[in-house]
């Protein structure tokens, strides 16, 4: 079983959908053991405790470059002797250090079809530009943004009448559908 880390910066719905679908079938493949998140004020705090996963908090601002902030991170995945890294609305770009020590480990998923809408607001940049599709994309991370060799995509019909708030709702939908299966296969394939 491999070992897993969860980041997120906010809501934490992902990690959730991630947590829940390995207590409650078949995908064996992974164990979420940590929740890493950069913001004191983060949901997803809440959703660990409320999931009995531990939860570390790691604020940038509280070291003095970027390097220092990911030596911590690396530090904690290490105690807690991880091998995978799920970015799940983690909005932070992830450096040379910590892609280094995990080095094709870490993986994200972006609420657009890529490369179509990278960056952080994949779901509204979407919606405004008028396309009649968008999607949802697993990716490898690497030091660009939402440039990573990709995993899996699926599509997503934005229906006539959508407003945002129901792009974002379906886009979830899809999220919390194919991450954790993608996860337990991705995990399945991790020689330890």
């Not at 992974?30 to 949901?43: G, I, R």
């Not at 290490?78 to 970015?87: A, H």
Request: net charge neutral; with cysteine; glycine share 8%.
């Amino acid at each position: 079983m491999v070992k897993v880390a969860v980041f997120a910066s906010g809501n934490g719905g992902n990690f959730q959908s991630i947590v829940e679908n390995t207590k409650n079938s078949n995908l064996k493949n992974y164990s979420v053991e940590l929740l890493l998140v950069d913001k004191e004020d983060a949901y997803a705090k809440k959703r660990a405790e409320k999931l009995g996963i531990l939860c570390y908090t790691v604020i940038p601002k509280n070291f003095s470059n970027k390097k220092e902030y990911e030596e911590k991170i690396i530090e904690i995945l290490e105690e807690n002797e991880i091998e995978l890294i799920v970015l799940a609305g983690y909005m932070r770009i992830i450096s040379s250090t910590l892609l280094k020590a995990y080095e094709n480990k870490i993986i994200n998923i972006h609420p657009a079809y890529l490369p179509n809408f990278p960056g952080k607001d994949g779901i509204g940049d979407a919606f405004r530009s008028g396309v009649k599709e968008t999607g949802v994309t697993i990716h490898y991370v690497d030091e660009g943004v939402d440039s990573g060799k990709i995993i899996y995509q699926e599509k997503l019909a934005i229906k006539d009448g959508w407003n945002l708030e129901k792009l974002e709702e379906e886009i979830h939908k899809v999220e919390h559908r194919i991450y954790p299966d993608i996860l337990n296969k991705l995990s399945g394939k991790i020689k330890k």
